[in-house]
Nanobody, 113 residues
Framework: VQLVESGGGLVQPGGSLRLSCAAS????????MSWYRQAPGKERELVAT????????IFADSVKGRFTISRDNAKTILYLQMDSLKPEDTAVYYC???????WGQGTQVTVSS
C-alpha cells in the first residue's frame, strides 16, 4: 500500500486548498478512505471519511460546511477540498485506509496571514 499526499502549503485565512492523495498497491475502489490531521501538540484527529459507495461523513465539527471529501476511483485519488480556511486548520494532513491500517507521509497545511 502506498499513499502519497500533496497540495499542502501556506495560505491566508479565508483561502482554499485542495489536498490529493494518490493511492496504489490495493484495490482503491473497494476501501473506505479517510483524512486525518494533527496540529502541533495535539492528537491526530479524524476529519472525514468516504466509503466505497461514496457515502461521506464529516467527523470534525469544526470543518463542517467548509471541507469536502471526494474520490476518483478511476484515478485512485482521494481529495480534500478545504475552503474558508482558518488558522486553527493548521496541521499536517494525512490520508488513510482504515481497514488496511495504512497512512501516507502527510502534507503540511499552514493558514496564516
Amino acid at each position: 500500500v502506498q499513499l502519497v499526499e500533496s497540495g499542502g502549503g501556506l495560505v491566508q485565512p479565508g483561502g482554499s486548498l485542495r489536498l490529493s492523495c494518490a493511492a496504489s498497491g490495493f484495490t482503491f475502489s473497494r476501501y473506505a478512505m479517510s483524512w486525518y490531521r494533527q496540529a502541533p501538540g495535539k492528537e491526530r484527529e479524524l476529519v472525514a471519511t468516504i466509503t466505497e459507495a461514496n457515502s461521506v461523513r464529516i467527523f470534525a465539527d469544526s470543518v463542517k460546511g467548509r471541507f469536502t471529501i471526494s474520490r476518483d476511483n478511476a484515478k485512485t485519488i482521494l481529495y480534500l477540498q478545504m475552503d474558508s480556511l482558518k488558522p486553527e486548520d493548521t496541521a499536517v494532513y494525512y490520508c488513510s485506509v482504515p481497514r488496511l491500517r495504512s497512512w501516507g507521509q502527510g502534507t503540511q497545511v499552514t493558514v496564516s496571514s
